[in-house]
């Protein structure tokens, strides 16, 4: 059983917080031992400040996912400041059209381990953080597009808001993939269809992004892929 890896960016750091409105923050963990915090802006926008984690510039990947059992609620990542210190972090959240929402929801920082928190031999993550860029392209800098096997990620447009995404000599099963949208405001992204993986290679098809509306356009996602094995 192959069980080797080749690690590419030697920084490793994770860390999550879970929000409910009245409660405040209801779980956090960061891999450094320093405190997660949240900062509550105006109506659906918080900010987010998880100390020693990560570098600066740009490295990783962050997902943010609604939290909501009463109502349609959706969330984005609406900026990103890294530093050496820490990553600080923008949440918006809206309802089913273009409504800021109090809302509940988590977020995920990781860096060269997987979205799990764990690090197993096959995962990856990807910045799709030029949309305009019709491809065949690698995001950059390099650490937002990082694969455990040391290969390169890459993206490419499929369509009017559709990025084929591939993740190559990490496909493995069982695995999972999410995508969070970002900078899109009261837009959306989600994935068209179950991912295919033929190892060695993992392939998303696709990506697909959307306005408010249900139209599809081309939006910033971040796209994190990761296997049991």
């Not at 860390?15 to 109506?43: C, E």
């Not at 990947?61 to 984005?76: F, G, I, R, S, Y």
């Not at 997987?114 to 392209?137: C, E, K, R, V």
């Not at 995508?179 to 405001?185: A, C, D, H, L, R």
Request: aromatic fraction near 10%; hydrophobic fraction near 35%; include cysteine.
């Amino acid at each position: 059983m192959e069980r080797c890896r080749l690690i590419t960016n030697r920084t490793q750091a994770y860390g999550y917080v879970r929000f409910r409105p009245g409660s405040g923050i209801v779980t956090r963990f960061n891999s450094a031992g320093a405190v997660n915090t949240i900062t509550p802006g105006g109506t659906g926008i918080w900010k987010v400040t998880v100390p020693g984690l990560g570098a600066a510039p740009f490295a990783g990947d962050v997902q943010v996912t609604a939290v909501n059992p009463t109502k349609p609620a959706k969330c984005e990542l609406q900026s990103w400041t890294p530093a050496a210190t820490g990553q600080t972090f923008e949440v918006r959240c809206y309802d089913s059209t273009t409504n800021p929402l109090a809302t509940g929801w988590t977020l995920t920082y990781q860096a060269g381990r997987a979205i799990t928190g764990t690090q197993p031999s096959f995962f990856g993550y990807s910045y799709d953080n030029q949309p305009a860029n019709a491809g065949l392209y690698a995001p950059v800098p390099p650490a937002v597009n990082f694969n455990s096997a040391g290969a390169v990620n890459t993206l490419l447009r499929a369509g009017g808001g559709l990025r084929l995404a591939s993740f190559p000599q990490i496909g493995r099963l069982p695995n999972t993939v999410l995508v969070t949208p970002v900078q899109s405001g009261p837009g959306f992204c989600n994935l068209n269809t179950l991912s295919a993986t033929a190892p060695p290679n993992v392939t998303i098809r696709d990506v697909t992004c959307y306005t408010a509306t249900g139209i599809h356009a081309n939006q910033k996602s971040m796209i994190t892929y990761a296997s049991a094995a």
